[in-house]
């Protein structure tokens, strides 16, 4: 009898993801409060099974714990949140934690060394050490080379691509490896306090007018898209959404369910269209909601529809033109598209009216087509990644820990962010230079002070050495250093939109400020809305300035559509009067002038 040797390493203990990068995405998204698997497949766009297989990783890199159904952050994690993605630290911290990986040390201790094993040498150990199939062990080995590689071979190219900061000649038509979403229109009817509106999209996008012309419906528009794509309910999204431990999570819509729809009217309508990346392209995808809230208890779809470029007439319609499915009472029945395969008509599904098909479709158990699933769930994540600025001054001003790099909607921890940026020199030189050139020489240099709880204090040098800390600093400062930490920080998402973005600024440094937010969009990694009340400074900018492709000019009170600014305004005639008044006996009114 012969004896068999004991398993050295549980199977499921072998890491299946590849990605360091990834992985740490994972972790910054536990940080951000997303404990729960569903909360992380929102917050990181994971598939269930990689939101699994990353999660596994980050345990038995010492990054995260299970407690539960829950993860939570390991000691070890504050070591890789301090370090700037894609720096010599983080690679440091990746070296060191899959050295002191007991799986790692088990299977490869020799992983990280200048000879490390080959694929072939990796297999045969996992297949030695587990109970894996040769298949499944050259794809564990798969996984940890690709660390290797991610550490040793290439330290300096993170998985997604840090956009270039100051783009020059030496830089220009180099494409980033990574596409991001681009928002082309939106098309608002009886929304909040707009009637009707149409506009365009272009990198950097202003939309200018006085108080109570629809600025911030705009802003609102768009954040019920974001809130349609984090699985909310019309309720919800109008509302409050509440977390299970009793933790604001969203804060709704101002004004709630009663204002949703213009004064007057029970219904409104918002249509977008989106650019989705797919592979090594973008799919043009267009997406319309319409929804009732004549029963302020109970919002409801009306009608809801998803067309992708090249997958038919649709993905899904509620109201198609042919083939409509038969209406059911408290159901909103949705037909979704033709089969590829047969060209016959698909087949019709009954959905919650009080939530959008569209986040019931990526997970509904009855769809069995990958087109619809990837394509409601590529729509979702892109809502899901829109990010809103509207700075205030207490945010700005408060201090922060460390650990915290992710810029708050108010501009909240602005000082760790700035902390975070200045550890790479070439951010560090285009914060300084940018904004010696905003004080006109007048402040010189960064600091920050840690305060009796380990907050860090942001502090400005002027030229004569004299030191400002936050509450002293003026607010345009502050409102231009939180821009500037939006569009060059670490966490870089592909869509602002920033409210009341002339706030502060006096017309030649808002003419600034436009110009260097230009210079970060215009490699198309981003897209920049702003809103701005000074109507005239606007006008200027747009005479001087050609990259503002896309200006428009708001009405109060939505009483007609937006206008593009640089384009011929519409004046209408005079009406004429119905009784003119004659003066016979005036000889001015017989002359032929």
């Excluded at 890199?61 to 390991?74: D, F, K, M, P």
């Excluded at 349609?228 to 369910?257: K, V």
């Amino acid at each position: 009898m012969t004896d068999t040797a004991p398993l050295q390493v549980k199977s499921f203990e072998v890491p299946q993801a590849n990605s360091l990068d990834r992985i740490r995405r994972l972790v910054e998204a536990v940080s951000r409060g997303a404990t729960q698997k569903r909360e992380i497949q929102a917050a990181t766009g994971l598939s269930s099974r990689h939101a699994d297989y990353y999660g596994q990783a980050a345990r038995i890199l010492g990054w995260l714990e299970r407690e539960g159904e829950t993860l939570a952050l390991a000691p070890n994690a504050m070591a890789l949140l301090r370090t700037p993605p894609g720096s010599d630290e983080e690679r440091d911290v990746f070296a060191e934690s899959i050295e002191a990986c007991e799986v790692v040390q088990a299977l490869c201790p020799d992983l990280l060394q200048e000879q490390g094993p080959s694929e072939d040498e990796l297999t045969q150990r996992i297949r030695s050490a587990t109970d894996l199939a040769q298949k499944t062990a050259r794809r564990r080995a798969q996984a940890l080379l690709a660390w290797r590689d991610r550490v040793v071979v290439s330290p300096s190219e993170p998985d997604q691509d840090i956009v270039s900061l100051l783009p020059d000649e030496s830089t220009q038509g180099q494409g980033l490896a990574t596409l991001h979403a681009r928002f082309d229109s939106l098309s608002i009817e009886r929304f909040k306090g707009i009637r009707q509106a149409s506009v365009g999209f272009s990198a950097l996008t202003l939309l200018a007018g006085p108080h109570g012309s629809g600025k911030s419906s705009f802003r609102e528009a768009f954040r019920f898209l974001h809130g349609i794509g984090r699985n909310y309910s019309l309720s919800q999204i109008a509302g409050e959404h509440w977390g299970d431990t009793g933790t604001l999570a969203w804060p709704g819509i101002p004004g709630g369910l009663q204002e949703l729809a213009r004064l007057g009217h029970n219904t409104f309508s918002i249509e977008i269209g989106v650019a989705i990346p797919e592979g090594n392209q973008l799919r043009n995808a267009n997406y319309f909601i319409e929804v009732t809230v004549e029963d302020a208890a109970s919002p409801r779809v009306v009608r809801e529809r998803l067309s992708l470029e090249d997958k038919g007439a649709y993905i899904f319609d509620s109201h198609p033109p042919q083939d409509a499915p038969i209406l059911v009472p408290d159901r909103l029945s949705i037909r979704l598209g033709r089969t590829s395969r047969t060209g016959a008509k698909g087949p019709t599904l009954l959905v919650d009216p009080r939530r959008p098909a569209l986040s019931q479709l990526a997970m509904h158990p009855a769809v069995r087509s990958r087109t619809v699933v990837d394509a409601t769930s590529s729509v979702l994540s892109v809502f899901r990644s829109l990010r809103f600025l509207q700075p205030t001054l207490q945010a700005m001003q408060r201090p922060s820990f460390p650990h915290q790099v992710v810029l708050g909607s108010h501009g909240d921890h602005l000082s760790t962010c700035l902390h975070a940026i200045c550890q790479d020199p070439e951010r560090r030189d285009l914060v300084f230079r940018s904004l010696r050139s905003f004080s006109d020489g007048l402040l010189h240099d960064l600091q920050w002070l840690p305060d009796a709880t380990g907050r860090l204090v942001l502090v400005i040098l002027d030229r004569n050495g004299m030191k400002l800390t936050a509450p002293s600093i003026s607010e345009g400062v502050l409102r231009f250093l939180t821009m500037l930490c939006a569009v060059v920080g670490f966490d870089n998402p592909s869509f602002w939109f920033v409210d009341n973005a002339d706030m502060g600024f006096c017309p030649s440094k808002l003419s600034f400020v436009l110009d260097l937010l230009q210079r970060q969009c215009s490699g198309g990694h981003r897209q920049l809305v702003l809103t701005v009340r000074d109507e005239n400074a606007v006008e200027t900018l747009v005479s001087g300035k050609e990259y503002l492709s896309s200006a428009y000019r708001l009405f109060a009170h939505g009483w007609r559509s937006p206008e593009r600014m640089g384009a011929r305004e519409h004046t209408p005639p005079a009406r004429p009067l119905r009784h003119p008044l004659r003066d016979e006996d005036d000889p001015n009114e017989r002359l032929p002038f």
